[in-house]
C-alpha cells in the first residue's frame, strides 16, 4: 500500500472538528477508497485548551498555523480558519509556495485572493481544492470543473445562502415579519448575532464569483457585484408573489449577455413550479444552464459542520487518490494566466421581467398616470392589479404591475417618474423576475 497521505488541519470550529471526527470515524473506508491511509498527524487553533468533541491526542498541537503549512512533515494542508486576510492567507499562501496540497473551505479568502493563490498552486504543482466554498456539502465545484468539458454556460444561479432562504421561507409559510424570523433563526443558531453579512447578500457575493469564474473563464470579480439583500421584503411582497405565481429567493445569478457578464444577488421571483423554487429552509441549490445539457440543479444542504466537512473530505480523498507526478488539472478550469479579464455588464442594460410593487393615494388619474410612466419608457404590462393588502387606509391603495421583458433602465425611469408625479404614499418596491425551469 502506499504511504500514508499526512493531513495538517488549521482551524478546529465547526467545520475543522467535523472534519477531523469524520477522519477518524470513516478511517478503514476512507483506506480503502484511496488505497493508502489518510491521517490527521497535525492541528492547530488558537485555544489549546477548548474541548473539540473528538480525541486529537494522536496529532501533534501548533500554535502557528504558518509554521504548520510550511512544515515538510505534512503532504496536504486543510485551512478552516476563515477569514480573507490575516492567518488563513499567510497559511495558504505558505502551504502553496512550500509545495503542499491546500484543502479550503475559504469562500471569502478565494473570492479576494483566489486568482494569485491558484497561480502559485499551477506553478508549484499541486492542488487548490475548495469545494466546502460554495454550497456545502453540494459538489458544484467538481460538477464544473470536471463533468461539463465542451459545454458553455450561459448562466449559473443559486440560492447559496442557507439563512436567507431559512427566513424567506418561514415568511411565506408563517405569515411572519422580517424581523421576526431573523430573531428565530438567531436563536436557532442559523443566523449570525451581526447577520449583515448574510442578509445583505456578500456571502451570496463571494460563493457567486467563484462560480462565475468557473462558469465563464473570467478572472475572479467579487467586487464587480450587484448587491441587493432581503432585509426590505415584507409581507406585501410575499403574498402579492404567491398571488402571482412566484415565491421570492435570494438568487446569486451570473449570465452572459451580449455587453458582457452579469453578476447579481437580489431577491428574485421566480415560478412558484419551478424546482428552485421547492428549495426550502436552509437548503442551497445551485443550477447551471448550458448549450449542450440544458438546465442542471444541484440541491443540498450548503452549511454545517457534517454537510461542509463531507466536501472538505472528498477533497482531501481526491489529493490521497491522486499519484505523484501526476498533472494537476487547473484551480478554476482553466490556467490561472488563460483566464479572461471580467467584462461586466451594466446593470441598467439587464433585461427581464419586473414585479413592481406601489403603495399610492386613492385619487382619480393614478392608475391612468402610471400606466402612461410605463408606455412612455416602452414598457409592456402582463398585469396591473389594484391590490388588497391589509392595513390600509381608504385613502391608499396598493397597485401592483409584472412587467413583460423590459430594461432595469426603463424601469427605474419610469419609477422615478411615478414618484416625481406625487401619487406614491410610501417607497415604490422593485423585484426582478427570474426565468426558471
Ligand atoms: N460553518 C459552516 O457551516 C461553513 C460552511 C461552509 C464553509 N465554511 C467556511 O469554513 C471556514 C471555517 O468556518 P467555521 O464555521 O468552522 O469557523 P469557526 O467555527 O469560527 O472556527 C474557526 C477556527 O479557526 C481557529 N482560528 C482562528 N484564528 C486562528 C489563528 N490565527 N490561528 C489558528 N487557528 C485560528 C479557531 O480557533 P479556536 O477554536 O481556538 O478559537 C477555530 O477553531 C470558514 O472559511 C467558513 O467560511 C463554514
Known amino acids: 500500500m502506499a504511504e500514508a497521505l499526512r493531513v495538517g488541519i488549521a482551524g478546529l470550529g465547526t467545520v475543522g472538528a ?15 477508497q484511496c488505497g493508502r491511509d489518510v491521517i490527521v498527524t497535525t492541528v492547530s487553533a488558537r485555544d489549546p485548551k477548548r474541548d473539540r468533541g473528538v480525541d486529537l491526542s494522536a496529532a501533534k498541537w501548533f500554535d ?23 492567518a488563513a492567507r499567510a497559511s495558504v499562501k ?23 493563490l491558484a497561480e502559485i498552486a499551477e506553478k508549484r504543482g499541486v492542488l487548490l481544492n475548495y469545494e466546502a466554498a460554495v454550497a456545502g456539502g453540494i459538489p458544484v465545484i467538481k460538477t464544473m470543473r470536471e463533468a461539463m ?37 438567531q436563536r436557532l443558531g442559523y443566523a449570525e448575532a451581526d447577520p449583515t453579512f448574510d442578509i445583505e447578500g456578500h456571502d451570496t457575493a463571494h460563493k457567486l464569483s467563484i462560480l462565475t469564474s468557473l462558469a465563464f473563464g473570467t478572472r475572479i470579480a467579487a467586487n464587480d457585484i450587484y448587491m441587493e439583500g432581503i432585509s426590505n421584503i415584507s409581507q406585501a411582497d410575499i403574498r402579492a408573489a ?17 455587453s458582457g457578464i452579469e453578476q447579481r444577488v437580489h431577491p428574485t421571483m421566480v415560478p412558484t413550479a419551478s424546482v428552485i423554487a421547492q428549495v426550502h429552509g436552509v437548503t442551497n441549490a445551485v443550477a447551471i444552464e448550458t448549450d449542450i445539457l440544458g438546465e442542471l440543479l444541484l440541491s443540498g444542504p450548503g452549511a454545517g459542520g457534517n454537510a461542509t466537512a463531507s466536501a472538505v473530505v472528498g477533497d482531501i480523498a481526491d489529493i490521497a487518490k491522486s499519484r505523484p507526478g501526476f498533472q494537476h488539472g487547473p484551480v478554476f478550469g482553466l490556467p490561472a494566466k488563460e483566464l479572461r479579464p471580467y467584462k461586466k455588464a451594466q446593470m441598467r442594460s439587464h433585461a427581464g421581467g419586473y414585479f413592481i410593487r406601489l403603495t399610492v393615494h386613492d385619487r382619480i388619474g393614478v392608475f391612468a398616470a ?40 426603463a424601469v427605474r425611469k419610469a419609477v422615478d417618474g411615478i414618484t416625481k408625479d406625487g401619487h406614491l404614499t410610501d417607497k415604490p418596491q422593485v423585484i426582478r423576475i427570474e426565468r426558471a425551469g
Open 242 to 258: 404567491g398571488d402571482l405565481g412566484y415565491r421570492i429567493k435570494l438568487l446569486g445569478v451570473a449570465q452572459r449577455t451580449d
Open 18 to 32: 467535523s472534519v477531523a471526527r469524520v477522519l477518524r470515524d470513516k478511517a478503514a473506508e476512507l483506506t480503502r
Open 94 to 116: 505558505a502551504a502553496l509556495e512550500a509545495g503542499r496540497h491546500v484543502v479550503t473551505a475559504n469562500k471569502a479568502l478565494l473570492a479576494k485572493h483566489g486568482v494569485a
Open 370 to 409: 402610471i400606466a402612461k410612466r410605463m408606455a412612455d419608457n416602452d414598457i409592456s404590462l402582463e398585469s396591473i392589479v389594484q391590490h388588497a393588502v391589509s392595513g390600509e387606509t381608504d385613502a391608499q391603495k396598493t397597485v401592483i404591475l409584472v412587467t413583460h421583458e423590459t430594461t432595469e433602465a
Open 149 to 185: 468539458a465542451g459545454n458553455s454556460v450561459t448562466r449559473v444561479f443559486g440560492i447559496l445562502n442557507g439563512t436567507c432562504n431559512y427566513i424567506l421561507t418561514r415568511m411565506e409559510a408563517e405569515g411572519i415579519s422580517f424581523d421576526e424570523c431573523l430573531k428565530d433563526a
Open 64 to 86: 502557528d498555523p504558518i509554521k504548520r503549512a510550511q512544515a515538510a512533515d505534512i503532504d496536504v494542508f486543510v485551512e478552516l480558519i476563515g477569514g480573507d486576510e490575516g
